[in-house]
């Protein structure tokens, strides 16, 4: 892999399946009570600017259970919080840990502490993308499935960081995606332009979730407000109104279709309680497959680092 995990623009069909086949291995690993073949002792730096359960806990428990430590770091704990360029926080921390992770606003932001890191730089999450949240996706994907290409992946409602993601992701993977999003929600242009650039899948934007849900093997949604966009919440709701995934969705989907959802989940609003529930064994799966692809991943940035 390359030092970094940025975003999934960045990565190739074949470092996504390395990561995942790994995954696969540490996964088994954990679940017979072997050990992982991992340097002790290796430190993770863990920056929140962006609160979250599930990054925190999978990321710091992944690293504990790879014979290293995790430093959580929020802003009230940071310099980055009272204003230290970004650049200077990153030189401070490489002399420091043998890996960063940061869950924060600014794309740029991760780059720029990934461009003045001497060690890996890990995007838990920024408004333009979340690569380990699909990552863990395409892993539970494959669970199920036992393969990905062919398959078709539906995406309904904002297209936010996990849309960008989704639509990369399972494209270099060799999967059709058909994304439906009100005509002021859609996915970044330059997921769009990569995905026009798509020569082996197909792919489809449209405001309409049926004519994106027909015949799909696995839907993802998300919420319609993410973290920071509260102020907007009525008037997202309204855009939204006709983006949930319900009964009539999951009838035009194929047989089989599974649901994905990165949660928390506002049952009522992008997903039905009824699909929820019928889909709770999936969506708890991706939950659980976080830790797995996360620790992944730091296996392979970390080991040899």
């Given at each position: ?20 086949d ?93 461009e ?25 994907i494959?669970?199920y ?39 002021d ?5 330059r ?60 009838a ?22 009824k ?10 799966d991706e ?7 996360q620790k ?10």
């Open positions: 892999m390359k030092k970094d995990l940025l975003k999934l623009l960045d990565v190739s069909t074949e470092e996504i399946i390395q990561i995942l790994t995954a696969d291995k540490l996964k088994a690993e954990r679940k017979a009570g072997m050990s992982h073949d991992f340097p002790a002792g290796k430190t993770l730096a863990m920056i929140f600017s962006k609160s979250s359960t599930r990054t925190r806990v999978s990321f710091e428990t992944g690293i504990y259970q790879l014979g290293g430590l995790g430093v959580f770091l929020s802003n009230a704990d940071s310099q980055l919080g009272r204003g230290e360029p970004v650049k200077d926080t990153a030189r401070v921390l490489s002399r420091y840990c043998d890996c960063i992770m940061i869950r924060t606003y600014e794309q740029d932001e991760v780059e720029e502490l990934a003045y890191s001497t060690v890996p730089v890990i995007n838990g999450l920024t408004d333009f993308a979340h690569p380990c949240q699909v990552l863990s996706d395409l892993m539970t494959r669970e499935k036992k393969n990905l290409k062919g398959l078709k992946a539906c995406f309904i409602g904002d297209g936010n960081n996990v849309a960008n993601s989704m639509i990369v992701g399972c494209l270099k993977c060799g999967m059709d995606v058909s994304v439906a999003s009100p005509g929600y859609r996915p970044d242009m997921v769009l332009d990569f995905a026009a650039g798509a020569t082996d899948c197909n792919f489809l934007l449209t405001d309409s979730p049926a004519a994106a849900a027909e015949n799909a093997d696995v839907i993802f949604t998300d919420v319609w407000a993410s973290m920071g966009q509260e102020d907007e919440a009525e008037r997202r709701r309204k855009a939204f109104s006709g983006y949930q995934v319900n009964d009539e969705i999951m035009l989907a194929a047989t089989g279709c599974i649901v994905q959802h990165c949660l928390p989940a506002h049952k009522g609003e992008e997903i039905t309680e699909v929820f529930e019928e889909h709770a064994r999936e969506i708890f939950a659980e497959n976080r830790l797995h692809a992944a991943i730091m296996y392979l940035l970390m080991k040899n680092s």
